[in-house]
């Protein structure tokens, strides 16, 4: 019976730190947590939608690199620096976070916006066309 303790143990051990893993290297923020994060300039705004759902309206700041191009990585890559925070964003949370785990394996410092844009502006934040 101890052993079977110590088996289930590790193994719920083993599937705890897999599923942890499976996320990525990168924190989730709330509107609110987010609002003050790219309320500072040091932080580097991206927006991972389409150049089309961009032009709709983006967060002050943002740049757009589509994670749905082929060349994401790379273009990431040569565009941001591994020494800042980047605050990663799309329409609702899913490609941002699927960003931020690809950015994060690369060694980049990211928060993600849990909703996306559409809890942004659900919480009446602010975008631009600009």
């Not at 051990?13 to 893993?21: E, T």
């Not at 705004?45 to 709709?56: K, N, Q, S």
């Not at 273009?75 to 490609?95: D, E, F, H, P």
Request: glycine share 8%.
């Amino acid at each position: 019976m101890k052993d079977m303790k110590k088996l289930l143990t590790c193994l719920l051990a083993v599937l705890g730190l897999n599923s942890a893993c499976g996320q990525g290297d990168f924190e989730n923020a709330d509107v609110n947590e987010f609002a003050e994060l790219v309320a500072d300039t040091n932080v580097v705004v991206l927006d991972v939608r389409t150049a089309d759902e961009f032009a709709e309206g983006h967060l002050e700041r943002a740049i757009n690199i589509d994670y749905h191009q082929s060349d994401f990585v790379e273009k990431a890559k040569s565009t941001l620096s591994l020494n800042t925070k980047i605050a990663v964003y799309c329409r609702s949370g899913r490609r941002s976070a699927g960003a931020a785990g690809k950015l994060g394996a690369e060694g980049y410092k990211l928060v993600n916006l849990k909703g996306g844009i559409i809890a942004w502006k659900e919480a009446n934040m602010p975008v631009t066309t600009k």
